[in-house]
């Protein structure tokens, strides 16, 4: 009889280096995962000193991708070690295990990441429910928590010295916003409140090097960049130059064309036949 393989191992998902696994236990619509850590040194993720003072052991309990649908628990016997920099204010330290678990998270990155790049495409409660389906437990709530803890780990981005602004609105003719783009890259760098150059006057104090700013044709932001950057170039983007030549054109039309234009009532009918006379019909 041919072997049949219908195992798959397991430890080669995690880090090795880092995690070994200890037990499995499969229950209906659960896989649990004991593991514990087997490191012997740790990177204060503070001043970046490697530490290898151990503090104690304690178990942590996260979530990971779902296997066939099942949710997946690990619970990990997880090690905490303390800094060995006296200079840092890092009271102890918590194990990522090369990048799998971040410090303190319930979720291993790579669910993280899952539910980060589902959310993004559908919505956070869409998410929540989807993830649900498939052996994910997360609430909408904790997905919002979960994306903004991501954009706030990305720190400012680095802004080009090509800006385009924009105003936008949140709801029309109640609640506007403006927003800000890299040219160079045609990414938003940052969402301001209001369309009325306030918030933009203090973006722009922090960003100084800017020398080209592509703008629509309010004159709030015009008057505000011109205050700031005095010498930085304004140009009018490509949407609002069509804007201007559209009005452009309709005025010069509208110069040439009479007031009124006469349409005749009578209508030559010479050439048409009557289609009643034509076939003797009763009409009427
Ligand atoms: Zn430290």
Redesign the pocket.
Known sequence: MDKINDAIFLREFFPEKCLKITEINQQENQIRIYAKSITTQCR?P??G?LSTIYHGTYTRRVQDLPILGKNVRLEIKAREYR?A?DD?D?TTIAESFDGFLDPYSRLTKRCADFICMLALETSCEGCSRICDKLGIRISGDSVIRLLIKRYESLGAPVVGEVVGVDDFAYKKRNTYGTIIVDERTHTPVTLLDGRDGESLREWLKNNKHIKVITRDRASAYAKVIAEELPDAMQAADRFHLHQNLLEAVKKALNQHLPATITIPHEVETRDFEDPCKKNRCQCG
Do not use: I
């Open positions: 204060c503070k001043c000193t800094c920099n840092c890092a």
